[in-house]
Every structure is written in structure tokens, then in C-alpha cells.
């Protein structure tokens, strides 16, 4: 058993440097030794999938699948496959499927956000890659595909960024100043060459707010029970200080509702003034 595992690792190094046909092959026999082996099937599957053998990758990633359902990586090689064939709606399907089986992963909503993009679904596809920025806030190709589609000429009623602008020219308390008299919806996405960060607003009010390092909360559904309300607040300051110290990037605000309810909100200004309170404590 060891030495299949062995061999996996071996494949995969070998498909990951272009030698498809020859990982292809070391994955066969290990498939043939543990065909009940879900892992391994989808491995086999994301090999062939890689060598564009994409009628072959949809088998082997549906066998996975019969193997073990719950396979998030056997669903989402799925639907990267359907990706590959332009059969977008059941790629779209298959991230969603991916999401719910991996919630705590981007590369579900990620793709799933991609695949509604495709099939003209810009509004549910913006949704599903904040969702994405939300768990992955450093992950470039994210804030790169949420920055495309708000620079997209949009039709009714798919909501444009409405508000954009350089940090070093607005800084993050004015535009949440603003946000704040304008009680504004949605979320506003702060990038820089430290990463990206996401603050979630409904009706000028904080819900929540992430940036790389800082582990989100707030944004539970209000029929669960909350985390406690001053965690979430300090949580949101914490958030929104390392943004501040971000001297160099740009933001853009996302408007729509959130996925979900919030069951805690709080006053901008309460928390910017808190925010000021802490940073000169820190200086």
C-alpha cells in the first residue's frame, strides 16, 4: 500500500511537469490494484483530464464518484471537465455540488462563478465568486475574475461596481464614511500587493469583513446560533486594520444582497472609531 501511495505521488509530480501519458500509466496500475479506491480513480481521471482526454476524465471522474459521492475532488474534476467541453450547465451544476460538499474551499464557488459567467449569469456569478474571495481573500485569480466582471458593460438588472477608486487618493474610513450615509448594500473589495479583503455592509451597517490572516466571521445565517457579538466586532476591527495599513491598491464596491441574512450588524462609525482607537494604541 505504501509503495502505491508512492507511485500516486509520483504521477502526479510527473503530470504536474507535462508527462501526462507516462502519469497516465502509473496511475493505471495503481488503479488496477485498488479499483474500489476513489482517490485514485479521480487522480486517474484528473491525469487524463490534464492530457485533454476529456471523454476519458468524465468515466473516470463519474466511476469516482459511483465509488465515493462525497468526493469534492472526484465532483469538481467533474465538472472541470464538463469546463473543458463548454457543457456549462453541468459544469455549473457540478460546482455546485463541489460546494456543498467542500463549503469551506474556494475552488467551488470559485468555478462555480465562472461556469454562471459563461452561461450569462452575471449577478449569481458575482455572488459565488465573493463567496470565493470571501474563503480565499489572497488568492489573485479570484479578485482578477471579480475585477473583470465588474469592469463588464452590464444590462439591467445585473448591478455594475457603482464605486471605485485608489486607496492612495480615498482612504478606507472615507469610502466607509460614504458607504455608511449612502446605506449601501453589498460588499466592498479592497486589493493590494498585500492580498485582497472583503467588507460586507447592508444598509450602511458592518456584517463582517476578512482580509489574509484574519479568519472571518459574522456572516451566519440568523436561524443558526451567532458567534457572540463582540467577537464579531473586534473580528471586523481586526480585519479592517490590516487594510488600513495597506498604502498602495484600489477598491471597488460590489452592490447586491448578501447570500445569507446577517444576524449581526453594527454602525460604521462605531467601528471606525474604534478602529482609530486601536491603531494609535499600537503606534
Not at 122 to 150: C, F, G, H, K, S
Request: aromatic letters at 4%; proline letters at 7%.
Amino acid at each position: 500500500m505504501a509503495g502505491d501511495r508512492a507511485t500516486v505521488v509520483l504521477a502526479i509530480a510527473r503530470s504536474r511537469q507535462g508527462r501526462h501519458e507516462e502519469a497516465i500509466s502509473l496511475l493505471s496500475e495503481v488503479a488496477r490494484r485498488r479499483p474500489t479506491d476513489a482517490s485514485v480513480q479521480a487522480d486517474l481521471a484528473m491525469a487524463l483530464l490534464s492530457a485533454g482526454r476529456l471523454e476519458d476524465a468524465l468515466c473516470g471522474f463519474s466511476e469516482a464518484l459511483r465509488l465515493d459521492p462525497h468526493s469534492a475532488q472526484a465532483q469538481c474534476g467533474l465538472g472541470l471537465a464538463y469546463q473543458r467541453l463548454d457543457r456549462w450547465r453541468e459544469a455549473a451544476e457540478a460546482f455546485r455540488l463541489t460546494e456543498a460538499l467542500a463549503p469551506d474551499q474556494a475552488v467551488g464557488p470559485f468555478n462555480l462563478g465562472l461556469a454562471l459567467h459563461a452561461l450569462g449569469n452575471r449577478q449569481e456569478a458575482r455572488r459565488a465568486l465573493l463567496r470565493a474571495a470571501t474563503l480565499a481573500p489572497d488568492d489573485p485569480e479570484i479578485i482578477e475574475a471579480l475585477a473583470a466582471l465588474a469592469a463588464e458593460p452590464s444590462n439591467p438588472p445585473v448591478p455594475p461596481a457603482r464605486f471605485s477608486g485608489d486607496l492612495g487618493s480615498f482612504g478606507l474610513p472615507e469610502v466607509l464614511e460614504l458607504m455608511r450615509v449612502q446605506r449601501k448594500t453589498g460588499a466592498l473589495v479592497i486589493s493590494s500587493r498585500q492580498g485582497a479583503g472583503i467588507v460586507h455592509l447592508v444598509q450602511g451597517r458592518l456584517t463582517s469583513a476578512s482580509a489574509p490572516g484574519i479568519q472571518r466571521l459574522g456572516e451566519r445565517p440568523a436561524s443558526e446560533a451567532p458567534f457572540s457579538s463582540d467577537a464579531v466586532f473586534h473580528q471586523i476591527v481586526d480585519a479592517l486594520g490590516a487594510m488600513l495599513s495597506w498604502r498602495e491598491g484600489a477598491f471597488s464596491f460590489h452592490p447586491g444582497d448578501p447570500p445569507e441574512v446577517p444576524s449581526i450588524s453594527f454602525d460604521t462609525q462605531r467601528v471606525v472609531m474604534e478602529l482609530f482607537r486601536t491603531t494609535e494604541e499600537r503606534a
